[in-house]
């Protein structure tokens, strides 16, 4: 069954420090796999999508299919990074989400 | 920027209530999609629409819900008699073509109450 596993719900990280967020995926088939972010009362917006392969607000994903994963990193945190994060999978259409990793950036 | 905006943001409702959420989509998309995050819980797929059709529907939307583009610019999704585990947040979606790794637009939500 295709599902998407964020095990972490809550990161706690410093400002400047690197963040890693985790995400791991099962499909059967050839995976278009997307991050998601909603700051505090505000709608789900793309972050970045595996196919573009861009970097967006110093974030970057790389998909490894031999471990199934797509974790989304940053190499220093700032403040204004504190949100929900979301994975997601693209499954014919529709969106297969993972639970959310709450990031909290602390000064 | 063009956004996905949805109404009321908030609804509270008596169990066994009719309550229709409403959404307009970015003027030229063509599909549409709702979603609900229950507290807690993750955000789950409900229903695709394309061309006046459903899509795809996932096991949640069952007989009580429905939806609906009425005329040009609404979409909307209808629960006709809801129960105690309804109360989520409803999210509704949409693409301009429909493809497959095409980025879905979000609305900002609608907080469902069910008392």
Redesign the interface.
Known sequence: AQRVTQPEKLLSVFKGAPVELKCNYSYSGSP?L?W?VQYSR?????LL?H?SRESIKGFTADLNKGETSFHLKKPFAQEEDSAMY?C?L?N?????????TTLQVKP | EP??TQTPSHQVTQMGQEVILRCVPISNHL?F?W?RQILG?????LV?FYNNEI??K?EIFDDQFSVERPDGSNFTLKIRSTKLEDSAMY?CAS?QR????????????TRLLVL
């Open positions: 278009e997307f998601y505000q709608r789900l917006q793309l999508r196919i979301y997601a693209d014919t259409g529709k969106l297969i989400f993972g639970q959310g | 956004e996905v599909y999609y979603y819980q993750k955000v789950e797929f695709s899509s795809e996932s999210f693409t429909g493809i497959l790794r095409e980025t879905q637009y979000f609305g900002p939500g």
